[in-house]
Each structure stands twice: as C-alpha cells, then as structure tokens.
Nanobody, 125 residues
Framework: QVYVTESGGGLVQPGGSLRLSCAAS????????MAWFRQAPGKEREFVGA??????VYGDSVKGRFTISRDNTRNTASLQMNNLKPEDTAVYYC????????????????????WGQGTQVTVSS
C-alpha cells in the first residue's frame, strides 16, 4: 500500500509563485512515476507533469512555468509553479504509479495506482 499526501496549496495573485509538495510512503522505488494532475470545476483531469528517476515530462499548458523536483531517497516530488495564471486555478493531485511504465503513458491518469487527497490552488487578484 502506498500513501500519498500533498501540501502547499493556497491563494496567490496572477504572476505569483507557489510550491506544492508530495510525499509518498510504502512500496515505491526509483522506477516509480510520481505525477501531478489538476482538475478545475467542470473540467476533465489534466496532466501537469511527472518524474521518474532523473526524467521529467510536462503538460503543454505549464511548460516553461512549472518544474517538478523528485527526491528519490525521500520519495517526494515538489511542484514549483511560477508565473501563475487564473486558468491554473484547480485542485492539484499527486499520483503514484508504483511499477514502471513507458514514458508515453505518464500523462494518462488511469495508469496511476495511488492518489493524494488534493490541494486547492487559486490564482486571483
């Protein structure tokens, strides 16, 4: 069993920054994928980014603004969000795939076994 916990959400003004943290405990390893997804009201769950070992992949809407940092020894994955926009407002979820999957599948939310409870990020002036 893997337990996933997010923290760090809140209210921020447009153009500001916020850092989310994700901690996973249980049966994960360096080959496990740790990912971030988000879901805004009335919209489908959207891939934000993911990391495995030293590799990272990002969704098109956040490239160049968001950065994932994975600590393989502590099983954590932080999401640094810069230049935030109102359209980034959503509940952000951390997800873990305990077994290795191909990079092309990292963006598919149904590939992930374990999910955190989510943390709200609101970008508004």
């Amino acid at each position: 069993q893997v337990y996933v916990t997010e923290s760090g959400g809140g209210l921020v003004q447009p153009g500001g920054s916020l850092r989310l943290s994700c901690a996973a405990s249980g049966g994960i390893s360096r080959s496990s994928v740790m990912a971030w997804f988000r879901q805004a009201p009335g919209k489908e769950r959207e891939f934000v980014g993911a990391a495995q070992g030293g590799n990272t992949v990002y969704g098109d809407s956040v490239k160049g603004r968001f950065t994932i940092s994975r600590d393989n020894t502590r099983n954590t994955a932080s999401l640094q969000m810069n230049n935030l926009k109102p359209e980034d407002t959503a509940v952000y979820y951390c997800a873990v795939r305990s077994q290795r999957i191909i990079l092309g599948a990292w963006s598919r939310h149904n590939e992930y076994d374990y999910w955190g409870q989510g943390t709200q990020v609101t970008v508004s002036s």
